[in-house]
């Protein structure tokens, strides 16, 4: 009996025990009328095929996204593996497992990434882009630090709109720098800080975090029109002058840098621009990070969809 | 010596003496170093080129868009005619024209437009879209009233988004009922009443209230965002569900129809899609008279800029 | 036993008779050599699969579309039901059965539908547009009134090409009135009536008179091209004037709007570019509808095809 | 006194006397109120601008695109030449002067080209689509043999549609025997002879024969539909079967390959589509050959409108 | 036992043997526990699915693509055709099998093809296009001549590329006669032979000589980009003048005729152009070819990828 | 008499005398037949019309470009200035004169920029990269050094090019540490160092240096291309392995992004990915600069060609 070991390193004839993550469960019947379950559990190395052999229940597709303990056994069936579970129950209070091991945790330190994100916000010299970015990070701020940036593209684990947010920021504030003469780095940056915030209402997550669905707010308005609303009325309320106000919703309604990919007006000024090319930049590098790590030296990827391109990992 | 005669029925040889709208005017100098002042002024049926000799103010370029009284004759000048004129001064309080001479108005009676638009308003079941649409003719009704519906394309004229918004409302309360399976007419009217309503912020107008240019706010937000972001106000201020004020933000975000025209999230509902197809048939119908109005039976027109296509006026 | 119970309400279990559609039914023979036939049946509320042991004729895909007296029994199979069927034959004439119980029909009293639409026709004053109208009326009249609008898009059953020809109709009456001063409401109503009168050539049907298949003229010509041939022969056959000939054609030709959605010519008068407009108006809600009766208040869609986008059904 | 010089070798100061086309032509008045001619004489080398002093009439607007005599000095003007007129008369009857010195003519001979365009006619061997060639003919041959090509892209001159269809044809007959398997030599050769007949209803020419602009049924209907109605027509008429008439309508209607360029349908089958590809063909080459006779060996050109693209003469 | 019978004719019950084409092998296991082999085996005509039970090599995944020799039964297994095998070798040397028959070939006679070929570019009058040509064949000759023109979209078979140049070549001589005026013959010739001639190292090829996939040079640098530097690099060897140089490898570089279709450059000369369209009318010709041998008279495809449309096979 | 007064300065009554670049000249004829040139000379803050009396030569057309001495008056002639010279003759060797002030020159400290550059060709660490970055700069160096970075769209000033290179290398430098996960340091900062190399042969330059057209082999193959020609025959020449010499190659193929923008293939591996979006970022914040120094805060730009949007400067 081994134990919480990793779904990847499963072999036929293991017998298992431990926490997992109940991705998906049926209640069927078989030919003969009797009930089973039927689904799938995962970590973050991988998910495996369940069955459960006279079993109606408590568990069902209700439990989907929660994490369970099992005991079981692994054989082949039809060329894959699957698990033929003997015992399930929900996890409870005291019980003792990592979240990090059942779900994709973005590859960063996110105590680290996070005390450098509220450094950046520290760092800005203006006080009305400042009161903004704070008002909003007491608003989102905890769901934000959890949130994936997204629901498969990239980033779409665990702290993903941290690591995303923080990347971009670091690039944002070289490139104020290198571009400064056109570039106001305050109001760069804090348009970086804030582009996506709005995400925290655009999403749905399952119980563990993972981003489940489109809220409807998220399909009816957006993420950007949710974010310049939610900056109009921060700046409302710190008494923050029209003009800035303005500039910074501009920087959110505008960062998807073109009408057919979803910006609501374009970049008019330089900081928007940048901060569209900064999103691109980020977003398509986690892409072919997220690509490359499948790949051996010397190979091309099949068609990446977020591309619409194969990719090649060179030596 | 006429008096207030028609631009559109100056010739050569008349000596006119009245009120018109300087439309532009600059201070130049002629060869031999003299002042004078170049040129146009016009009523609703044309404009004229004009000349000043020897003159240096006070009207200048900041006059333009204003109305003056002058005296002049008219002659002929390479092909075309112009105006050389006498006397000139600005209108002052206490003259007598009519505004409705000078500038292009809608061609409805807009006190009773005004009035039906006022019932159509009253005839909404839905208290919380009432609520909305009230306070948001409240802000802007007065101006909204006067308002051109844009500045070239169609509906160039006083009162023209009151005449705009007219019709399609009319459409919209129609279509609302063959389609009321699908439709909701509150919803319908309530969007169509309101979907242009921030282009009272969008534009910036003229002394005579002709639009001359967008505004910084119309530039960097747009009329769909800022149409959105009063409707949320106004919801939150009269305690309207929060579905009903996403909805109805919904209507004014996607009223373009597509991304590509300019729509923030593409319409997702059937009122919406609905709303976006009435603005093309009032706007499409608007420019075909505009253009029909230049043509005779059996002719083709230009290319027109805003169909991109000839038309033809039949029989 | 129970007689032409509905499809939709089959459980395992259920002994029944009745008449159905037969959809599809393909010989196939067991791994032991035996032939028996597959296939599915259905009525107007769903379809279920069938099996026929040892069988081999003399129903088989020929009889694809017909309808069939048959008795059997219901059981599970794989989570979903099929139907054992123990006897079955062809409908004969004489047999009593309801063809709106088998086949989807427009949710509208077609006799009604129909009676208003020849009075819409009656309604036009223009004696040549009348006559146009009447000659093709008198062509396609029986299977226009009986043809499904399309193959799976929009109004895909019986009597839709009436339904979706006498909404647009209705819409048409409406705003030729509206827009009077640039629309000729008989040229629009005229246009309206045949838009889609072809596509009694451009379709294929099946014995119940669903849309199997596009014809080959249908593929070669298209219903537009067709239709302004019909228009044009009509017109010579009754003295109709050049000109109202050629604009009944450049109606029917240009009804999609633009070249890419098929137009043979782009719209150049104001009664093609309303009727190709109150075209998508009257298609895109009769999408809406049929996709948001699958829906709950408060739930989006799946991506509908004919949109390209989700939906939402609002409270 | 030079006769009937080149426009293109007239030099100030030269005095000649000859036979012109009046190319454009308008009364105006001098500042000192005096009528003259201004206007624009050519011939098939150039154009020059004309003045006629104190002139009103007879001739006018009303004669542009006719023949004139006239007698005239060279001078300059603000850096180019113009002709002074002394005398001036339409041409009459009994004139002596060549057509093809006035106006662009088709670089073949005409004679012979269209005797090789008739042996084309004859020699196809399927009886149907020779007497769909043949009908056709006898209803539009004189103008189709005298046609431009078009008003301005290529093959602008007298003869041109003649060339143009001569060319594709003789490409026609090579690539339907390269290709036989898949191609029907007398489908392709009588799509070819046919595909822009209807150009001599879809444009008005000149007196002498320039086309000016676009008929009105030119631009309701357009010169693919008309094509194929005049077709189906001719079809019906000579008792063709009906698949082929259908077929050969398919390949005018489809022959500009797509229907963003202009096609009421794609082509579907391989002589429709491989007759959209000869006149492209033909079109291209005829667009590089009248736009590099303009450039000297090594030279780029300016952006070619009809290209979208600068081209190169190489050595 | 029938010998080396088409696959395309294999009936239930047959038992045959000879030599097919290993198309796919995987070992896999049975629910007991049993290894056995799964793939499918071809030959020309066509392929059907095969299993060795009780089988763990020494046959496998590395042998796809090459000849086998196998005795075994055909059975019918969910209504498609399997094959048991119950013997099975590699194809050795001395084994007399016939390549043609196991693998697709050109339509055409290979040598002679070849043949007409080396004429072609024997044909060439201009000594540095020539020289570039043979210096070229010299490097490439031997795989350019079995290697097919692609990987599945149209002349995916032995032989193909040869087949595809030299159609493209016999057109290309034709109309730089037609159009001589502006078609320099040799330089349209000579980019017709080399425009695919880097193909060579663009593809990875099977055992048998079929095109599996794209090589790393394939994918990074491409074959236009490639053939360039092939011409540039055989152009500086042979002492061909620069601007020769330039011009062939524009008609290598642009010979896709647009960016969006992969053209490096645009066409700048009408060489360049020509090459494009030419290489578009045998694509297509070909592709029409290969889908029309799937249909009937008077029967329309399935929509065909590449031509992104249903195609038409008349009588 | 003002010496080298700035054109940017010139009032009507100046007289002055100077050095100044000549930008354009034509000889022309008066209406009484007397020569004079006519034409405009500028330095880096702006330009004039010029008009030189009397005058045949020897300066004309063949001289614009070059550097004059000249002495005149500035009058105003139809609203805008003009110089009428009186003596002009071209600049000879010990003239003194400043460069800088007659064209525009990048707006940094070249020799600095230089200097950085070439340590940032020494920091590459990988041999390989380094041998083909020095060997191209020993071919292109002197001319990449002053060469613009286009004709007009930015950075078309002296320097303009090795400013553009040297902003996109720091950020280069930059991100490569940033995403070095993903991105090799070395190959992305060779690929910034020469990815428009190969303008040094696209571009023809005036004497003074600015771009005036294309090349013939900078139209025929494009600064992608030649570039990678030229990577490919340096890393021969220093014996780089193939897979090096490829991926460089790819970089500068590729650098524009996508085939729509020029790119010869798509970028296929992370830091040609990279490099593009470098790129973009770079030459946009340039054309904001360019375009900001024209507007005064608060204000919005025309239409700027190169963005396709207005822009906006704010405080």
Redesign the interface.
């Given at each position: 009996m081994e134990y919480n070991k990793w779904i990847a390193d499963l072999q036929a004839g293991d017998e298992i025990e431990g926490f997992y993550l109940l991705k998906s469960a049926q209640i069927?019947?078989t030919?003969t009328g009797k009930p089973f379950l039927a689904g799938a559990v995962g970590d973050s190395s991988g998910a495996v095929d369940i069955k459960i052999w006279d079993y109606s229940g408590p568990l069902g597709t209700q439990d989907e996204g929660t994490v369970v303990k099992l005991r079981g056994s692994v054989s082949?069936?039809r060329?894959a593996l699957q698990l033929i579970i003997s015992r399930i129950r929900p996890a409870q209070e005291g019980d003792s497992y990592s979240l990090g091991d059942l779900v994709p945790v973005a590859p960063i330190d996110a105590s680290e990434g996070w005390q450098e994100f509220l450094e950046l916000v520290e760092s800005l010299q203006d006080p009305d882009y400042k009161a903004v970015c704070e008002t909003l990070l007491e608003q989102y701020g905890q769901r934000f630090r959890m949130l994936p940036g997204g629901k498969s593209m990239h980033h779409s684990f665990l702290n993903g709109l941290l690591m995303h947010t923080l990347?971009m920021a670091?690039?944002a504030v070289?490139?104020a720098d290198?571009?400064s003469?056109?570039?106001?780095r305050d109001?760069l940056l804090a348009g970086t800080i804030l582009h996506d915030v709005a995400k925290c209402r655009e999403f749905l997550t399952s119980p563990l975090g993972l981003v489940t669905e489109?809220s409807?707010?998220g399909?009816?308005?957006?993420h950007?029109?949710m974010g310049?609303?939610a900056v109009?009325d921060a700046a409302r309320e710190r008494g923050v002058p029209e003009?800035k106000s303005?500039?910074l919703?501009?920087m959110l309604?505008s960062h998807h840098g073109q009408?057919?990919f979803?910006a609501?007006?374009?970049p008019?000024?330089?900081e928007a621009?940048?901060l569209s090319?900064i999103d691109?930049?980020d977003s398509?590098?986690e892409i072919?990070?997220e690509n490359?790590e499948q790949l051996e030296a010397?190979q091309?990827s099949k068609r990446v969809f977020a591309l619409d391109?194969?990719?090649?990992?060179?030596?």
């Open positions: 069927k019947t030919n082949e069936y060329g990347y670091r690039a070289f490139l290198l571009y003469e056109v570039v106001n109001l489109y409807v707010p399909e009816l308005l957006g950007l029109v310049a609303q109009a003009e303005m500039l919703q501009h309604l009408p057919e979803g609501a007006v374009p008019k000024c330089a621009e940048l090319l691109l930049v398509r590098m072919y990070k490359m010397g091309f391109k194969k990719i090649f990992r060179h030596q």
